[in-house]
């Protein structure tokens, strides 16, 4: 059946059947499509207009000749990533800080989901989600000072009490670039936790509750529940939400990793990542041709680890796959 489907899709005049079909569907559901109509000009406007900036990239900007005026040279601006010898430091950080990320932003929200649905006082359990949703909130300025609170070398919280009281010499947490890579995910998960955890939750929420009850009436435990009924109902949103993450892979939180490091040269060789040393370096040059060739390479980068894990997805699960 599904063959004879395949092949009736693939005949000559299935294309001009499928045009014909829509506009029958657009004649019958004009109403539906004029109310569509705002939104579409809005996403048109704010998503598509502004990508006209991408020939920025491969222009020497002048302000004077406007963009169309400017020269080319091709692709001079994406050599200042490659050519510098930084690009290998600020690359690796920006990957592996965001493999991090991904992997911290699923194992401890789901289980923190997993606790919350189980508690059975749920106003406790609401005012745990919402005390842990509130740094989420917080604009990274706030965090930044909050952390330096705590990590600052004269009047920390960390050198003044802690440390002491377990027999510790204070450390100089802002010049000493070994630290961060620990510190950085913790405060990036703790940040965020919140928020995916509500996600996942609000997924776990939905599942039907007789699965539960038949399972119960066969004599699972809880954790069996767990393992075969709710994490493999949640592989749908959890799939969703890794593909969301990994194509914004080669992005890194500018606030996290300047504000939060108050832009401490010394850090540099373990919080400097793509999006940071462009703007540290815009500062510098000036050159607005760089900075989109950034952008450029982050999003091109990020639209194939989409689409080529999704494809994986595809391969293992084809209905858990995005498109």
Not at 244 to 263: C, E, K, P, S, W
Request: hydrophobic fraction near 55%.
């Amino acid at each position: 059946m599904v063959n004879q489907v395949e092949r009736a899709i693939a005949a000559p005049g299935a294309k001009s059947h499928v045009k014909v079909s829509f506009l029958r569907n657009v004649r019958k559901y004009w109403i539906f499509y004029i109310m569509m109509l705002p939104a579409i000009i809005l996403l048109f406007i704010n998503n598509y207009m502004p990508m006209f900036g991408v020939l920025i990239a491969f222009k020497n900007v002048n302000y004077q000749q406007g963009i169309w005026g400017s020269p080319w040279v091709g692709l001079t601006n994406f050599k200042f990533l490659f050519a510098s010898n930084d690009a290998w430091v600020i690359t690796r950080n920006t990957l592996l800080y965001n493999v991090v990320f991904i992997v911290f932003n699923l194992i401890f929200p789901v289980a923190f989901a997993i606790m919350f649905n189980e508690l059975r006082n749920k106003l406790l359990a609401k005012f745990h989600q919402s005390v842990l949703f509130l740094p989420h909130f917080l604009s990274w300025v706030v965090v930044s000072f909050l952390l330096f609170a705590f990590l600052g070398q004269e009047h920390g919280l960390m050198n003044m009490k802690l440390l002491p009281a377990l027999g510790l010499e204070p450390k100089e947490w802002y010049a000493k670039p070994e630290y961060w890579p620990y510190i950085l995910p913790l405060v990036n998960l703790w940040k965020h936790m919140g928020y995916y955890t509500v996600i996942y939750l609000a997924a776990i929420v939905g599942i039907d509750r007789e699965c539960y009850e038949a399972a119960y009436l066969d004599g699972a435990s809880k954790w069996q529940q767990i393992r075969n009924i709710t994490i493999p109902l949640l592989f749908p949103v959890i799939i969703t939400m890794t593909l969301l993450q990994i194509g914004r892979i080669f992005y890194a939180d500018f606030g996290l990793f300047f504000q939060a490091t108050m832009n401490a040269g010394a850090l540099y060789p373990t919080t400097s990542v793509i999006d940071t040393y462009v703007y540290n370096s815009f500062l510098v040059t000036g050159n607005i041709g760089m900075s989109s060739a950034a952008g450029l390479y982050q999003s091109v980068v990020g639209l194939l680890m989409v689409l080529g894990s999704n494809l994986i997805v595809r391969k293992i699960s084809k209905e858990n796959a995005l498109f």
